[in-house]
C-alpha cells in the first residue's frame, strides 16, 4: 500500500522522459544498480527502482513537513530553475534558483547579515526614508536591492541551516552537496545516469535534464508537501 500512497505511475514517468540517462560514455559506475540497459548508446534508468526510492524520498519529506522542519529546494540548471522556484512558492519553502552561494551552509552568520541588511532598506523604501537620499543614491540603492533579492529572494525567510536540502541538479550543485555535507544536512537528490548517488541521503534515479522529467518529480514534492502541511501547522 505504500508505495501506491504517491500515485506514482510507471507509464507516466515513461512519458515524462524520466528513464532517459546519458551517453553510456557519461555512466557513474555507482548508478549501475539503478539501470534497466541502453537504448541507441543512452543508458536507461530502470522505473522500477525510481518508484521505490521517489516512494522513500516523499515519505522522509512528509516526516519533515510534519515535523515543522525546514527542507530547502535547489535547482540551478536553465531546465530545473523556474520549476522549483514556482514548487518552493507554491509550498512556501526556502529555494536556490539562481547560483548557489559559497557558505550559505558554511558561514550561514554572513549570509544572513547581507539578508538583513537587504530588509533593512526594503523597510526604509516603504516607510519613505529613501526619499532623503538623491535619485542618483535612490536609484543606486534600489539597484542594490535587485541584485540581492536575485542573490538572496529565495532564502530571506531562511533563519538558520536546514535539516534537509532536495537539489535538483547534484553535477551542477556539487557546492551545495559539499556545504550540506558539511552540516549534516539531510540531501534529497534528482541522481542523473552520470551522478554519484551515493552522495544523496535519498537517491532519485531520473533524467534531470528533462523539463518534463523534473517537472514530474518536482510536481510529487508539492503534492507530498501540501498534503502534510495543514496537520503540521495545526499539531504545532
Not at 501506491?4 to 515524462?16: D, G, R, Y
Not at 532517459?20 to 522500477?48: A, F
Not at 536575485?150 to 535539516?163: L, Q, R, S, Y
Request: with cysteine.
Amino acid at each position: 500500500m505504500t508505495k501506491e500512497k504517491f500515485n506514482i505511475n510507471i507509464e507516466e514517468m515513461m512519458k515524462a522522459g524520466v528513464q532517459l540517462g546519458h551517453s553510456t560514455s557519461r555512466i557513474n559506475p555507482k548508478m549501475t544498480p539503478y539501470l534497466s540497459g541502453v537504448r541507441n548508446r543512452v543508458h536507461v534508468i530502470d522505473l522500477e527502482k525510481t518508484k521505490e526510492k521517489l516512494t522513500e524520498a516523499l515519505e522522509f519529506i512528509q516526516d519533515i513537513i510534519a515535523e515543522n522542519k525546514v527542507l530547502l529546494l535547489v535547482g540551478t540548471k536553465i531546465e530545473a530553475k523556474a520549476i522549483m522556484k514556482s514548487v518552493a512558492e507554491e509550498c512556501g519553502l526556502p529555494y536556490v534558483s539562481e547560483r548557489w552561494l559559497g557558505g550559505t551552509f558554511t558561514n550561514l552568520s554572513a549570509i544572513l547579515k547581507r539578508i538583513d541588511y537587504l530588509k533593512d532598506l526594503e523597510t526604509k523604501k516603504v516607510s519613505g526614508e529613501l526619499q532623503k537620499y538623491t535619485k542618483k543614491e535612490q536609484a543606486g540603492l534600489e539597484d542594490e536591492m535587485k541584485k540581492m533579492n536575485i542573490k538572496f529572494g529565495g532564502i530571506k525567510e531562511m533563519k538558520k541551516i536546514p535539516d534537509a536540502i532536495l537539489i535538483a541538479d547534484m553535477k551542477e550543485g556539487d557546492l551545495a552537496v559539499r556545504e550540506a555535507k558539511q552540516a549534516n544536512v539531510k540531501i534529497i537528490g534528482i541522481c542523473d545516469t552520470n551522478v554519484d548517488p551515493t552522495l544523496a541521503d535519498f537517491p532519485i534515479p531520473a533524467s534531470d535534464d528533462a523539463v518534463s522529467s523534473l517537472k514530474y518529480i518536482l510536481e510529487k514534492v508539492q503534492e507530498a508537501v501540501k498534503s502534510t502541511k495543514p496537520k503540521a501547522k495545526i499539531e504545532k
